[in-house]
């Protein structure tokens, strides 16, 4: 069953905006997570932002002041909106959920992120 669906991903030039959305078909208000991770062609699935139950964030500092996740537990979507990119933004990017407590201590470990998404992509030209 497919649970966690990206879209809004696409190509873009460096200094422009994208916002990204995560449709849930399980209950998100649930979880102790939702966080989004990237993945760059040769290089290790990173995490970008995450938020947890109590609305609090964190952002990988690569993106931090840039991006920002949010999230609607009422129409089930997790969002990040994406701005100032930049080409080292181009990747996969991944929604997850996550419903271990751990999440809120090792922040952004996806080990402890039980859901994902099949990603969508973003490409950043400069």
């Known amino acids: 069953q497919v649970f966690l669906v990206e879209s809004g991903g696409g190509s873009v030039q460096a200094g422009e905006s994208l916002r990204l959305s995560c449709a849930a078909s399980?209950?998100?208000?649930?979880?102790?997570?939702m966080g989004w991770f990237r993945q760059a062609p040769g290089k290790e699935r990173e995490g970008v932002a995450q938020i947890d139950n109590d609305g609090d964030t964190t952002y990988a500092g690569s993106v931090e002041g840039r991006f920002t996740v949010s999230k609607d537990n009422a129409k089930k979507h997790l969002y990040l909106q994406m701005n100032n990119l930049k080409p080292e933004d181009t990747a996969t990017y991944y929604c997850?959920?996550?419903?271990?407590?751990?999440?809120?201590?090792?922040?952004?470990?996806?080990?402890?992120?039980?859901?994902w998404g099949q990603g969508t992509q973003v490409t950043v030209s400069s």
């Open positions: 399980l209950d998100i208000s649930d979880s102790s997570c």
């Open positions: 997850a959920a996550s419903y271990s407590w751990a999440c809120t201590i090792s922040i952004m470990t996806e080990g402890y992120y039980n859901y």
